[in-house]
């Protein structure tokens, strides 16, 4: 097949990298090999130069001080390294955290696993947008909280939490709070210093930067938050992560960040226009309806319940030519319902009825056009062929 025939649908999943953040990384693969560690030749300085100026790349994005920015592997890791180097660190003043039902994986599994070591963990639920509730959050903050984590906007849904408004919860109570902002960076802005975020978790591969690379933010000041380093070796990173950096994949994460400083707003307007006559033209089919459809979205992301349709079986009536997904690709290999879904309540059928749609920089009209085409008629031939569409129709109580 060729591949100008192919659509790519799956911007939230991972992002094709820039071709001027490649240009930016390609040398530092071969002709400037250095280790930014090394300090005794000039390759390891150029290396070391080279990921100071990605530092201050990414914390002019954040408006933030460059000493408060640590490289990682990804916001995998980085969501690993905040919440248990956060418990290990302040354990002795409390042992609580809250999050909610919707966050990621990385999230989740990590409170999980805090669980075992003996932290309290307290799962808030969202409201039928995905949305935290606010008061529900202030009354779950005790005199043992200290940390408070929420996504800054979800992966599945795009939906945007109020982050002042937690943000003034969490000072007023004094605790931490962290976000994993992975999907947020490079769609809208995203100051943590501004809405009162200590720690922030994100990766360069969702912001047309390379894979296998991320970074977070620690407060360095009112409050200065410590962290307990989770991986041993070498003290890199002011002691918050060893392990030899990335020095190529940091250029392009720097070179992805400048770049958004400058088209950001160009490029979020533009593909919400896509996004938006997608949306409107896929609800016109009968019982579609949008998963999400609070006020407050991220411009890119339009997830769509088509009911009385398997997902899976819509989407292989058309995966040869478009890629889209029903949920977030860390959970892709499992069978059961999008945890997200669910969590705003979502039957078990319309999630498995969903998909997310998520756009980006390089999406065409075209594209839309023809998603549009494609999607209508995969809808239509299943339900062509499904006895349950039938007794629906013939109003027939099938719920």
Not at 297 to 325: H, M
Not at 351 to 366: K, M, N, V
Request: proline fraction near 4%; include cysteine; charge should be negative.
């Amino acid at each position: 097949m060729n591949k100008k025939d192919l659509i790519y649908l799956d911007y939230n999943s991972t992002t094709p990298v820039d071709p001027e953040v490649l240009a930016k990384m390609l040398p530092y693969f071969h002709d400037i090999p250095g280790n930014a560690a090394s300090r005794s030749h000039p390759f390891g300085w150029i290396a070391e130069e080279a990921v100071d100026n990605g530092r201050k790349q990414l914390a002019q994005l954040l408006n933030v001080d460059p000493k408060e920015i640590v490289f990682t592997s990804g916001a995998t890791e980085g969501d690993n390294l905040i919440l248990k180097g956060i418990f290990e660190m302040y354990y002795r003043k409390g042992k609580h955290i809250i999050t909610l039902e919707t966050e990621h994986k990385a999230v989740l599994d990590a409170c999980q696993k805090i669980e075992k070591s003996g932290g309290e963990v307290t799962y808030l639920k969202v409201d039928q947008y995905g949305t935290v509730d606010l008061e529900e959050l202030e009354k779950s903050i005790t005199e043992k909280t200290i940390l408070v984590s929420i996504m800054w906007a979800n992966n599945e849904t795009g939906v945007i939490q109020p982050m002042k408004e937690i943000g003034e919860i969490c000072e007023r109570k004094g605790v931490l709070f962290m976000s994993d902002a992975t999907q947020a960076m490079g769609k809208i802005p995203v100051s943590p210093k501004e809405v009162g975020v200590h720690l922030l978790a994100f990766s360069a591969h969702k912001m047309y930067g390379p894979k296998g690379v991320g970074a977070i933010y620690v407060c360095g000041k009112n409050p200065r938050v410590k962290l307990t380093a989770q991986l041993d070796g070498g003290g890199h990173e002011k002691g918050m992560r060893s392990g030899t950096l990335n020095v190529p994949g940091i250029v392009g994460f720097g070179a992805a960040a400048s770049l958004l400083e400058h088209s950001m707003d160009e490029d979020s307007n533009r593909i919400k226009t896509l996004r938006d006559r997608l949306e409107s033209e896929l609800l016109k089919i009968e019982e579609s309806y949008l998963n999400g459809d609070g006020p407050h979205r991220l411009p890119n992301v339009s997830n769509l319940a088509f009911r009385f349709v398997e997902s899976e079986a819509l989407i292989a009536t058309f995966n040869q030519t478009i890629a889209v997904s029903t949920g977030s690709a860390c959970t892709s290999a499992s069978l059961d319902p999008s945890h997200v879904l669910i969590g705003m309540g979502r039957s078990e059928d319309m999630a498995h009825s969903s998909i997310r749609f998520s756009l980006g920089r390089y999406t065409t009209a075209e594209e839309i056009d023809r998603t549009i085409d494609l999607v209508q008629q995969g809808v239509e031939k299943l339900r062509q062929m499904s006895p349950i569409w039938e007794m629906f129709k013939d109003g027939i109580d099938v719920s």
